[in-house]
């Protein structure tokens, strides 16, 4: 009997997927992803399929030669996590960037440093980009602005990126490449904000955003081959086996995805969101939908924003933010427009889902599915509401009614409470990201981290649903904990549920595909509080071990 971690490393993932793995694991704890605790110890697959799930002396007939047998030590093994919301695109590209998360930087003045040492390593007129801080979490308790970048960077067009992804700051050289000055009016859907001179700060919020990007110009196919690769070995070092990446606009991001899906180098399985107004017309006239595809790669929900972010106050809500009386956040487009083109997505036989944060962005959404579902009915739509973050008891009774699946951002409490109290207050967040609420009524919302918004391990959102506290301890609406065994169910089954392939994967069960996650030590002897530090030791997709923390360190 082989003892544990005596495996090669990642090497090249899934160069050959013509048969799975063979593969015995004993003496351990299995969380098989049903929400309730198990009895387990042990698991056998053959062929890249579960066939035994037990005690060890339930698997026995199943060592056989060729078959590695691993001795699990004590240790816990569950289903492959499945982060149902996330950039894989993005994430690859922002693990080059210049790290402005908060922490580790702590003042506006922490971020320029990091921006200056990567402008003296890079020729003048290179882009520099950052991402990640929070203005609530800095010390200076504000957004950087151009002002704060210029003396760092005057050869050089620098963009800083908020973690939601929706706010940045371009100091003046960027602003001027965008075409952005005091006279350049408002794009719909964003905002440039000014000082009191009229003149800009540097501040760029949604599509005012895009703006500044589009100045940067796109990647090519290989660019974004290559930020897969990136992502998706960062994805199976803390036991991601499938995700959901939440955006394919251009042909190029899509043939990325099957170029690599073709080679058998794609490193975890895939679930696509369409954007609408880029890609329904041209995958319509295909007949192409939702479930097209395979285990690896697959079209998924049609999909819109229909508003912004909390912690930039562009989020939609039904009530003014904190101090500002004029401010409910943005429309990205008009409100009847946008239900229009999810009507139409369902019409064309999609699921439908709309990144939708504010109360007054879910109730569009949910009155969109209503409409669409009246005019034409459909069983088991499964339509979904990205992050659905802030909700009130009557959208909560209407989700359910519909059958619908909120995807909750699990780690943006953890990461980002300060600034959701800050700009709603307390009670405003009674029912964000509410998974016990979700339990009890029977709405299965898988979990997400919208990384690189949160960081991806799965631990992080794990701990947060256990114990309802943010990074720095503070508890937020501790009615809405849930068991560890349903948060393990929340990052694993609902997923595969979201994306309709719980019968293939979610839970280990005999005839599932064997992808499986193995924690350095028993869960349940871990306190809930440090859950978020356990690492994983290894990662097995389809039987063969594509991670293996022993190896890699």
Known sequence: MQTGDQHAGMGAPHSDRSTG???????????????????????????????????????????GRGVEVIDLRGRTITPGFNDAHCHPMYLGFGLQQ????????????????????????????????????????????????R????????????????????????????????????????????????????????????AALTLVQQAIGAPTREQIADALRAAGRQFLSEGITSVAEAGIRT??????????????????????????????????????RTGFGDAWLRIGPAKIFLDGSIGGRTARMSQPYEGEDDNIGLWMQDPQVMKEKIKAAHRAGFQCCAHAIGDAAIELLVM???????????????????????????????????????????TFLWAFHKAYVQNLGMDRIRYAYAMRT?????????????????????????????????????????????????????????????????????????????DLAVLETDLR??????????????????GRIVYDRGAAV
């Open 98 to 145: 210049v790290d402005a998360a908060t922490p580790p930087n702590r003042s506006i003045a922490d971020i320029v440093a990091r921006v200056a040492e990567r402008v003296r390593s890079v020729p003048p007129g290179t882009w520099v980009r950052a991402r990640g801080y929070d203005q609530a979490r800095l010390a200076e308790q504000r957004h950087p602005t």
């Open 525 to 542: 002897t871990v306190p809930p509080e440090n859950l978020a530090q356990v690492r994983v030791d290894l990662t097995i997709v389809e």
């Open 438 to 514: 979700f339990f009890d009524r029977g709405i299965i919302a898988p979990a997400s981290s919208d990384a690189p918004v949160d960081p991806t391990n799965p631990m992080i959102g794990i701990q947060t649903m256990v114990t309802r506290r943010s990074e720095e301890g503070v508890e937020i609406w501790p009615e809405e904990r849930i068991t560890l065994e349903e948060a393990i169910r929340a990052y694993t089954y609902n997923g595969a549920y979201a994306s309709f392939e719980e019968d293939i994967k979610g839970t280990i069960e005999v005839g599932k595909l064997a």
């Open 251 to 288: 042909s190029d991001e899509m043939g990325a995805y099957l170029d690599l899906a073709q080679a058998g180098e794609l490193p975890v399985r895939t679930y696509l969101m369409m954007m609408i107004d880029e890609t329904l017309g041209p995958l319509s006239d295909l007949g192409l």
């Open 368 to 410: 969109a599915f209503e409409e669409a579902l009246a005019e034409q009915p459909r069983p088991n739509h499964r339509h979904r509401i990205e992050h659905s973050s802030i909700l009130r008891p009557d959208l909560i009774d209407r989700i359910q009614r519909l059958g619908a699946i909120p995807v909750p951002g699990t």
């Open 21 to 63: 793995g063979d593969v015995v694991l004993v003496n351990g704890h299995v969380m098989t992803g049903s929400g309730s605790p198990s009895a387990a110890t042990a698991v056998a697959v053959r062929g890249g399929r579960i066939v035994a799930v037990g005690q060890d002396a339930d698997v026995r007939e199943w060592m």
């Open 147 to 206: 002002h704060d970048l210029d003396p760092v960077s005057p050869e050089h067009p620098v963009l800083v990126v908020r973690a939601c992804g929706h706010i940045g700051v371009a100091n003046s050289r960027a602003l001027a490449l965008a075409g952005i000055d005091r006279n350049t009016p408002d794009p719909e859907g964003g905002t440039i904000d000014r000082d009191a001179h009229g003149e800009p700060t540097g501040v760029v919020r949604e």
